[in-house]
């Protein structure tokens, strides 16, 4: 209470370490609600479904756990009692309904405000002890940590033992391990040896990278018997690098010291009996203590100590045997978890990977030990790039606005680490950031896209992406020796009554040689790589394909389809095959799309109002988008009338796929106007941007929901639907309307549209316009 303690930096003079701060997640959250004055408390009548409380609550929540991360020094933790409040059985975050999210927080508000009570110190009458609002801010922390890297800072769960208000089934451990998987980036410290359940949460510990056990509060609770049973249990199974201590101490101060002894004499007695029965040796013995008291604690909370006591270090094993890292250069838990997750991973290579302008993804090949040693220092692992990367053409060419001086720090991002595509490599995207001050890169394609996505939560806005993966299936042919006349260099699959959604197009299953054999393998490698999968079949043409990836946030689902695409690749590759994304490579069979499903997944996202405005934005700047969304010649080759691929007019109907965009269910609709050699984050970031634009203005759809194919209907048809623009007839036509269209350029930012339209003017003017069609079509195949 205030006036009855000291804050922590008073404590620090009777320590050999600044004492730092571990914050609540659940008090930070009241604090923020305790703000909603702008909200009547006195209606118990407020309606639970009126917008804008929960992103309110969202935005300063996000702000404030971001500054906690990123500008509080002595703070070096948070901490959740969600197993007071509701239990450990935290749900995973896609079943968590926002709606119910938003009516706890209205429960509470309009709960009101009666004198007298206490809330945290706030005069509201109630904890904040609701179920679904509970669980969402744990996993809201847990995703801002896993965002930021750089910053990370572990979560404490309080576990196991506790006063009589807690539901004792729902304090194990054990409920986390759903939780667990779903953050295998983010460090999470299990409270109080879990007990009763100490081998629960020793298993946790030991089975999963991210987890830490910490033993306190069992001791000056439980008997002398019990304190080394623990010990004990735990050292069954856990690692003793992934122990921590604690006392738990409070109110009390003799509790610290009480504890401590007691802990210190339970070791004593546990240690010694394992090296009298040859269990340890003595400087084992030694080395344990050292990491359980004091150097587990030190790296895991990136803590500083005037105490010169050497630490535990231990061996990373790489391809070429174990490296061991010099008792000098001690691993921080800044990047602990990473190296733990690449040793998981038995990676021996790591791939960096990043998509350029042009849509061609760009790789680097690192041996994993260069990885390990720069990570077990603590410094960032970091790559140096020309800044000719977002102005090079597929061949190398630079366009004319850059020359080849500077360069770009190139970041690994962590939280993107995939299996594969292939054993012993692992591969993640990254972000480009400034060489003089460490700053973001604009010119960045994920970067671009990761500052959309905030801007438009600032509005209260989030959103799930899922993509479609269309591809052809083809062979190489064999060129003889001495061929006066080449052939091309792939033809098609034999068609064997190859159509959509046909059985048979996977009947050889198994077949040596055959691609449905190929298929089995994709599917296995995408699932090790944690890519979702909702459905694969065949399609149209011969030897097309269709992989439907789950949806997700926008970054993770552009990460997620340009790395399927590269298992894609590399196992149709391995089986002897192409895979072709080129747009329509025959002529008179069907093209290949990359279609996009979205929808708005924050709260009031499937109110009328919201995503009308939305879409109406988004309709407003499509002539804009094409310019993205079609982003070569051989685009306009799929772009027909009554095909199915999204015609050529400015227009949107329910269930029409002759239409441009086509609703599905409220917020859910899918955009056909896009193909695979777009680079989707600027499609993605184009989509929101425009989104966006409709929000603020809150536009109205001028064009009215068309069930007809737009191609059939007469002038007069088309003026009473009010479908009255037609899409670009072609790229140079499309990159014009882009330059003209200034409010999108603003929205995601002018030097980005400036630099992608020299790209695609350069790439036109050195390369394609000197190719003839059948060598165009060769040229793509090559690169698409």
Request: charged share 20%; hydrophobic share 40%.
């Amino acid at each position: 209470m205030p006036g009855q303690a000291e804050d922590h930096i008073w404590h620090s003079k009777f320590t050999t370490s600044e004492c730092k701060r571990i914050v609540r997640i659940e008090t930070v959250a009241s604090d923020i609600i305790a703000q909603l004055s702008n909200f009547p408390h006195d209606s118990p009548t407020r309606s639970t479904t009126e917008p804008n409380i929960l992103s309110w609550f969202t935005v300063h929540f996000v702000l404030k756990i971001r500054e906690v991360l990123l500008r509080s020094p002595d703070i070096v933790g948070f901490k959740s009692i969600v197993c007071y409040r509701r239990g450990l059985d935290i749900p995973r975050w896609d079943e968590l309904n926002e709606k119910d999210v938003e009516m706890d927080l209205q429960k509470i508000i309009d709960a009101g405000v009666k004198p007298g009570t206490e809330f945290l110190g706030h005069n509201l009458n109630k904890r904040l002890e609701h179920t679904t609002l509970n669980y969402w801010i744990v996993h809201k922390v847990a995703q801002l940590i896993r965002n930021i890297p750089e910053a990370s800072k572990p979560i404490q769960f309080h576990t196991g033992l506790g006063d009589n208000d807690i539901t004792l089934t729902k304090s194990s451990p054990s409920h986390l391990q759903t939780f667990i998987r779903e953050y295998p980036t983010v460090p999470i410290v299990l409270l109080h040896a879990g007990y009763p359940w100490t081998r629960e949460m020793a298993y946790l510990a030991a089975m999963y990278s991210n987890v830490y056990a910490d033993i306190s509060e069992v001791f000056f609770c439980i008997s002398r018997q019990g304190q080394e049973s623990v010990l004990k249990q735990m050292l069954e199974l856990c690692p003793w690098s992934k122990i921590l201590c604690s006392t738990d101490g409070n109110t009390v101060p003799e509790s610290y010291l009480v504890a401590q002894r007691q802990l210190r004499a339970s070791m004593k007695t546990v240690l010694g009996e394992m090296v009298q029965r040859q269990h340890l040796n003595e400087a084992q013995a030694v080395e344990l203590v050292q990491a359980i008291l004091f150097s587990n604690a030190k790296k895991l909370y990136s803590l500083t100590s005037r105490s010169d006591l050497s630490t535990f270090t231990p061996s990373v094993p790489t391809q070429g045997g174990p490296i061991t890292i010099p008792q000098a250069i001690e691993p921080t838990t800044r990047f602990g978890p990473v190296i733990q997750r690449l040793q998981q991973l038995n990676a021996k290579f790591l791939r960096v990977y990043f998509h350029d302008y042009t849509s061609s993804t760009r790789m680097r090949l690192i041996p994993i030990n260069q990885v390990y040693r720069s990570l077990a220092r603590g410094e960032p692992f970091t790559l140096s790039l020309s800044k000719v990367v977002f102005g090079l053409l597929q061949t190398d060419l630079l366009i004319p606005q850059i020359n080849a001086s500077g360069t770009y720090v190139f970041h690994p991002d962590w939280t993107t680490l995939f299996a594969g595509p292939v054993a012993g490599h692992v591969s993640c995207f990254g972000n480009f950031r400034n060489e003089e001050d460490g700053s973001a890169q604009v010119l960045c394609p994920r970067t671009l896209l990761a500052q959309t996505v905030s801007r438009a939560a600032e509005q209260g806005l989030t959103f799930l992406f899922g993509f479609e993966i269309e591809f052809i299936v083809l062979e190489r042919t064999e060129e003889p020796v001495n061929n006066p006349t080449p052939r091309e260099k792939y033809r098609m699959l034999t068609n064997d009554g190859h159509a959509a959604w046909m059985a048979r197009s996977l009947a050889d299953w198994g077949r040596e040689g055959s691609f449905s054999t190929a298929v089995g393998e994709i599917l296995e490698k995408l699932d090790e790589a944690g890519i979702p999968v909702d459905q694969f079949h065949a399609e149209s043409a011969p030897g097309q394909y269709e992989l439907v990836l789950s949806a997700l946030p926008p970054l993770a689902a552009c990460d997620n389809m340009l790395y399927a695409r590269q298992i894609l690749e590399t196992v149709a590759g391995r089986h002897g095959f192409r895979v072709t994304l080129h747009p329509k490579p025959f002529p008179n069979v069907c093209g290949s799309a990359s279609h996009i499903h979205l929808s708005i997944s924050s709260p009031g996202g499937d109110n009328t109002s919201l995503y009308e405005s939305f879409y109406a934005g988004v309709l407003s700047h499509m002539r804009a988008i094409i310019a993205l969304a079609y982003s070569n010649p051989t685009s306009w080759a799929r772009m027909l009338d009554s095909c199915w691929a999204g015609g050529r007019w400015v227009m949107w109907g329910t269930e029409n796929k002759e239409a441009a965009l086509r609703k599905i269910k409220h917020s859910h609709w899918e955009v056909k106007t896009v193909d695979g050699l777009a680079n989707p984050y600027f499609v993605v970031a184009a989509l929101i941007a425009a989104g966006i634009d409709g929000v603020q203005k809150k536009a109205k759809l001028a064009i009215s929901d068309c069930a007809l194919d737009p191609a059939t209907l007469s002038a007069a048809q088309r003026k009473e639907f009010g479908i009255a623009e037609m899409l670009p007839a072609d790229l140079p036509e499309a990159l014009a309307a882009l330059k003209e269209d200034t409010a999108l350029a603003e929205l995601l930012h002018p030097d980005f549209v400036q630099r992608y339209v020299d790209v695609k003017e350069a790439e036109n003017d050195k390369i394609l316009k000197y190719l003839s069609p059948g060598d165009l079509r060769e040229w793509v195949l090559e690169r698409y």
